[in-house]
């Protein structure tokens, strides 16, 4: 249950229980100050009437100073509960009303697509590529801010939990391709065991931050797993020294065409002094740039005005054939 739904429940709860005390305050007071009896229903109703602002039907005027000072506390009571409503019930309310509704759950038709989980720097760039190869996807994003974000950025989401199988289950992973997952490597995890949990035969790509994890990852039952901050250190110091070819055997698949991979840029390549932007490396290779390492420093979809330098590896996604293109250009 949502937050503002449990307030509205718990505020309506009280509403309910100082009607009931009132009702039973005046048939008190009426039968000591006034001489003049009210059976319950009758006391219960002169409280829905004082508290709906209907008036007090035959009740009034009461001769006794102390009822009419309990009317005079009990109306000022009234009011406070009427102010109370606006922000516990009605601004939650109006805000559901206008505010833009997230899916809960993927098209019944939805199938051989990729579940990412969930919304980073580094997923945007990916959903891009997703987009311009028309894979279908689904994001599955827990924080309702972020999933209309992206909703409003046309992309397909689903707000739900990505660490649940009924969360997964609503992205239709059964039917799904693959799944990425990249949020902590702590919630990865999670994710990880619940895909495989919902879908044994799936595959699972997680990311981890911190190495000494990827075992665990592993464990949990992730087909590939990678290592942005130490893999592809490692691998900008052996071809910063050695000036080896990038081996795109080692690009990691999603989808049936798709591919990650690291690829340097050596001494001597046309990119090398470029920025990212003058570079036309999407223009004429086709790959989208979801990250790269500039002098030791990873940095996660780099802005255009990045500046290439010998040594600098970048982390593409593309077609077979756009990677080959990008290393006959780095």
């Not at 009034?60 to 409503?85: C, H, K, R, T, Y």
């Not at 000036?243 to 991979?261: K, M, W, Y």
């Amino acid at each position: 249950m949502d937050s503002w739904k449990r307030r509205v429940v718990g505020y309506s709860a009280f509403v309910v229980v100082v009607l009931i005390a009132t009702g039973f305050a005046y048939r008190w007071g009426m039968r000591v100050y006034e001489n003049d009896p009210r059976t319950l229903v009758e006391s219960l109703r002169f409280s829905v009437e004082m508290f709906t602002t209907t008036g007090f039907g035959g009740d009034a005027p009461w001769e006794s100073q102390q009822m009419n000072a309990f009317i005079a506390v009990m109306d000022l009571v009234g009011m406070v509960l009427l102010i109370g409503a606006l922000p516990v019930v009605v601004t939650p309310l109006l805000e559901e009303a206008f505010s833009t509704t997230v899916p809960r759950a993927v098209d019944d038709g939805l199938e051989n697509h990729v579940v990412v989980c969930a919304d980073t720097s580094r997923s945007d760039a990916l959903l891009d590529e997703f987009a311009s190869e028309a894979i279908p996807y689904a994001v599955v994003e827990p924080d309702p801010d972020r999933a209309v974000a992206l909703y409003e950025a046309d992309h397909d989401v689903i707000r739900a939990d990505p660490e649940s199988t009924e969360g997964l289950e609503r992205a239709n992973l059964t039917a799904a391709r693959a799944l990425v997952t990249d949020v902590s490597d702590q919630v990865d995890a999670s994710i990880v065991l619940a895909a495989k949990e919902l879908s044994p035969e799936i595959r699972v790509i997680s990311v981890v931050e911190n190495r000494d994890r990827e075992r665990y990852h592993r464990l949990a039952g992730a087909d590939e797993v990678l290592s942005p901050r130490s893999l592809l250190g490692e691998s900008l110091a052996s071809k910063v020294m050695t000036a080896v070819q990038t081996d795109l055997d080692e690009a990691v698949p999603i989808g049936d065409s798709l591919r990650l991979a690291e690829i340097s840029i050596h001494h001597g390549s046309g990119l090398a002094g470029t920025t990212l932007a003058n570079s036309g490396i999407g223009a004429r290779t086709g790959v989208n740039v979801i990250g790269a390492w500039f002098n030791g420093e990873f940095e996660a979809a780099p802005p255009p005005d990045s500046e290439l330098s010998a040594g600098t590896v970048l982390l593409v996604s593309g077609r077979e054939d756009q990677l080959e293109r990008l290393v006959d250009l780095s």
